[in-house]
């Protein structure tokens, strides 16, 4: 296990660098040359589950992200170390506390010819920040209006104070929209034929198949020359992600599990590419009154019934570190406090049932995916057996992700149910203010905590980063003593990559073909 100063000098590098069966980092090919030969091959990149939508506003799915983040730009985007860069925005100044004016870079097309404007811009955004249909709403409500200046300068006034504006609009959720092409086409149209300002252009869309995009001619910081085809193909089981990637049917693989790693070092077509990521598995308990799980000393018990390290060497191959927060380290507000730490007590987990009335043991459901996120169906089972030792009997019921989904957002999931989160936002923000206003967060199944909301409502729309963050930091400190999450790990992402491609992980898991290269 890493050393706490270990750890945190492998987030600011940014990569992991192991040797033998381990990931590696992947090298090759120099980044400054972004035509390419010229030449130009398909890239073929497997996707574990369907993609959801071309509306990047009505979901937060990071699969189809991990796609559509090729075709739309954002005004602003993360560089691969976190720093916010200029996209489609030219310059931008903060007038006021609620007053944002920005210029948009000129020269900039759509894919179906239309140049971008700040029409574009007061389109997309509003409709975010005022449709309560769309998923993403609740991230852009803070927007009250965007007032457009001329073509290429607008700006955007705020219902209150916004810290994180810019990493809102730095999101891959947060493309711009072509507005005269879907006022004429209508939302299901586009719905059918996407159109962007990215790098690469909508081809075809076949469900359970494949998502194929080919290189804009047009982009504007130059073509993508390398690739002559980019396509995600719909590949759900491992093994076969696995098996595609050493015949060559797949150039680039998420999600690889220790048990594949000696199979892809060993071939001499293929890689490991591994780094830290911002996704954390944890267990989010109910807190309705009646369930076992609204008792405080037993969410305890669960967290220290669980063996964080056991499952993080014995199915992740030691790839994950034990975590008592959802903020990973590298982001705004992180407490290092909460890291590299694990709790395992399977005696005082058995005194804290007593304590609680159950002496004789507890019975819960938990409920978790199965192929959706890496060994998120064996970490289910074993925390099963880890949970008995305690005397907490558990009845798992694995379900694929879009029933996972709909059964959370009813409001009907179980006792517990495990969660693998990652954020775009690099704030703690949406980390622990989720616990306000997310289906998945314990206010919305029975719990309530007045310091905490105070705190993350103060946070908000504190302009003061250095105020806010100890704010944050004490946020999460109160998460971890009520147990309202039960953290397990902070996962690391490791990729299965042909050798014929030049590729980087980055921290946010996106798959950003325009800075891929054939090698």
């Known amino acids: 296990m890493q050393t706490m100063k270990a750890f945190l000098s492998l987030i600011l590098a940014g990569m992991v660098l192991l040797s033998g069966c381990g990931p590696s980092s992947s090298s090759g090919g120099s980044n400054s040359d972004k035509s390419g030969d010229g030449k130009g091959r398909p890239l073929t990149i497997g996707a574990p589950t369907e993609i959801v939508s071309m509306d990047i506003y009505s979901?937060?799915?990071?699969?189809?992200?991990?796609?559509?983040?090729?075709?739309?730009?954002?005004?602003?985007?993360?560089?691969?170390?976190?720093?916010?860069?200029?996209?489609?925005?030219?310059?931008?100044?903060?007038?006021?506390?609620?007053?944002w004016e920005f210029t948009i870079k000129q020269g900039v097309t759509f894919h179906n010819g239309d140049q971008l404007t700040a029409d574009d811009v007061k389109f997309t955004l509003e409709r975010a920040a005022t449709d309560k249909s769309l998923t993403e709403n609740g991230t852009f409500k803070t927007i009250k209006e965007v007032k457009?200046?001329?073509?290429?300068?607008?700006?955007i006034v705020t219902n209150q104070p916004d810290p994180i504006l810019l990493s809102v609009l730095a999101r891959p959720g947060a493309g711009i929209y072509p507005k005269n092409y879907i006022e004429e086409k209508g939302w299901d149209y586009f719905q059918q034929h996407p159109v962007g300002t990215g790098p690469f252009k909508f081809e075809e869309w076949?469900?359970?198949?494949?998502?194929?995009?080919?290189?804009?001619?047009?982009?504007?910081?130059?073509?993508?020359?390398?690739?002559?085809?980019?396509?995600f193909r719909i590949v759900p089981e491992s093994s076969t992600r696995v098996n595609e990637l050493l015949t060559g049917g797949l150039d680039l693989i998420p999600g690889v599990t220790s048990n594949n790693w000696e199979r892809i070092n060993n071939s001499d077509k293929t890689k490991l590419a591994s780094s830290i990521s911002q996704r954390v598995a944890f267990i989010v308990p109910r807190a309705n009154e009646g369930s076992p799980t609204a008792d405080k000393r037993v969410r305890e018990a669960i967290e220290l019934a669980i063996d964080n390290k056991a499952i993080i060497d014995t199915l992740l191959g030691g790839e994950a570190t034990p975590t008592r927060t959802r903020v990973t380290p590298g982001n705004f507000g992180s407490n290092e406090s909460l890291y590299d730490t694990s709790l395992y007590d399977v005696e005082r987990a058995k005194q804290l049932l007593k304590e609680a009335g159950y002496e004789d043991g507890v019975e819960l459901t938990l409920h978790s995916t199965s192929g959706r996120y890496s060994r998120d169906k064996e970490v289910a089972e074993m925390l099963v057996g880890m949970l008995a030792e305690a005397g907490i009997k558990?009845?798992?019921?694995?379900?694929?992700?879009?029933?996972?989904?709909?059964?959370?957002?009813?409001?009907?999931?179980?006792?517990?149910?495990?969660?693998?989160?990652?954020?775009?936002?690099?704030?703690?923000?949406i980390m622990v203010g989720e616990h306000l206003t997310s289906t998945r967060s314990m206010t919305a199944m029975g719990y309530d905590n007045p310091e905490l909301a105070e705190l993350l409502t103060q946070a908000s729309t504190n302009m003061n980063q250095e105020e806010r963050a100890k704010q944050y930091q004490r946020a999460q400190e109160i998460v971890a003593e009520e147990r309202m999450n039960i953290y397990l790990y902070?996962?690391?992402?490791?990729?299965?990559?042909?050798?014929?491609?030049?590729?980087?992980?980055?921290l946010d898991e996106r798959m950003v073909a325009y800075d891929m290269f054939a090698m």
């Open 206 to 231: 076949k469900r359970g198949s494949h998502i194929s995009f080919v290189p804009f001619d047009n982009y504007y910081e130059g073509p993508k020359q390398n690739w002559s085809k980019l396509t």
């Open 148 to 155: 457009v200046m001329d073509d290429h300068k607008f700006q």
């Open 59 to 99: 979901h937060g799915d990071h699969v189809t992200l991990q796609a559509t983040t090729n075709m739309y730009n954002s005004l602003f985007k993360r560089q691969e170390n976190g720093e916010i860069v200029n996209d489609l925005a030219e310059s931008y100044q903060n007038i006021d506390d609620t007053t």
């Open 394 to 429: 558990v009845n798992l019921q694995l379900l694929e992700w879009s029933s996972y989904v709909e059964l959370r957002n009813s409001g009907k999931i179980g006792d517990l149910h495990i969660v693998w989160l990652a954020n775009s936002y690099y704030d703690a923000h």
């Open 490 to 506: 902070l996962e690391h992402n490791t990729y299965g990559v042909s050798k014929s491609v030049d590729f980087t992980p980055r």
